[in-house]
């Protein structure tokens, strides 16, 4: 639901501080607004004692969690605990904390909540069904969040990338902190890599989705939510389009998902439609080259 007037906010309290989205979440936020960001380190967001003296120390007017467990295929072969105690346990000890504050809890889901049996993007109204671990205990979060309080937000989105250093360079501490900047280095140092041709969505450039996650929590008043940059392509492509931006001397060798073999399987079509977003206010995100273009033009 939109609100009738912009949402003003003087501090938020961002979890998982080192991660790529909390750190376009702190450099994007409204000159008004003071973030506090706790690195995993510094907060384990399962620890409910942990998370409530960190909401007292803070005293933020909103949460956004960057806090997650993201190893898709590890999830898949070593079990459920490790992604439940984050991404479902840990969101719901920062539902009850924030419930207990009166203050709204955004957080972020993922496109692998859904089967990718549509050849259309996905709306918040279709239904999710996941297809691995990770994607369930995601679409668990998702569930606890908004049951805890109708103010929150769950985000779900897509193939995020962006830099991962303290000084925004992408290329900085990390060199494989995202599918850009894997590509980029396995293509420096092979011939030719496989990439799957088959998974389909949209790369997702975490300076313009902070800014439009921003945007949301001003001028929306809670609810599920789908945001993404524009567009779509599928992996092959993409590695193609980062070789091309990057300079690279590469070959693309293209398989399908069965002929990869990745412990966990992921929806062959994942793009999400933002029209909700753009409803209640959001300015659309542009499409992915250009902001994969601007990113590459950084390293």
């Not at 790529?20 to 994007?28: D, E, I």
């Not at 973030?35 to 909401?55: N, P, S």
């Not at 990390?174 to 088959?198: C, H, T, W, Y």
């Not at 567009?231 to 590469?250: P, Q, S, T």
């Amino acid at each position: 639901m939109k609100i009738s007037e912009p949402r003003r906010l003087s501090k938020a309290l961002i979890t998982g501080a080192n991660g790529q989205l909390a750190r376009a979440l702190m450099r994007a936020a409204p000159p008004e607004t003071e973030c506090a960001g706790l690195t995993r380190a510094e907060l384990d967001i399962a620890d409910e004692q942990a998370v409530a003296q960190a909401m007292q120390a803070a005293r933020p007017d909103l949460v956004l969690n960057g806090a997650a467990y993201n190893l898709v295929d590890k999830a898949e072969s070593e079990g459920m605990d490790a992604a439940l105690r984050v991404n479902a346990l840990g969101v719901a000890r920062l539902a009850q904390a924030c419930r207990a504050a009166s203050v709204p809890l955004v957080h972020f889901s993922t496109d692998f909540v859904f089967g990718g049996e549509k050849n259309t993007p996905y709306t918040e109204h279709d239904t999710p069904r996941p297809l691995g671990v990770y994607a369930a205990s995601k679409l668990a979060g998702e569930h606890i969040a908004l049951a805890a309080s109708e103010r929150n937000f769950a985000i779900r989105v897509c193939r995020l990338y962006g830099p991962t250093g303290e000084d925004g360079a992408g290329s900085s501490k990390k060199p494989s902190g995202n599918f850009p900047l894997l590509m980029l280095r396995l293509g420096r140092e092979r011939d030719a890599v496989r990439v799957v041709n088959d998974q389909v969505g949209t790369p997702t450039y975490t300076p313009d989705l902070a800014s439009a996650v921003w945007q949301l929590v001003a001028k929306a008043d809670g609810g599920l939510f789908h945001l993404s940059n524009a567009g779509e392509v599928a992996f092959d492509e993409y590695a193609r389009e980062i070789f091309r931006l990057g300079g690279v001397e590469c070959a693309v060798e293209s398989v399908t998902s069965e002929e990869y073999g990745a412990p966990a399987r992921r929806p062959l079509y994942s793009t999400l439609a933002n029209d909700k977003a753009h409803a209640a206010g959001v300015a659309p995100l542009r499409d992915w080259r250009e902001a994969l273009a601007e990113f590459i033009g950084t390293l």
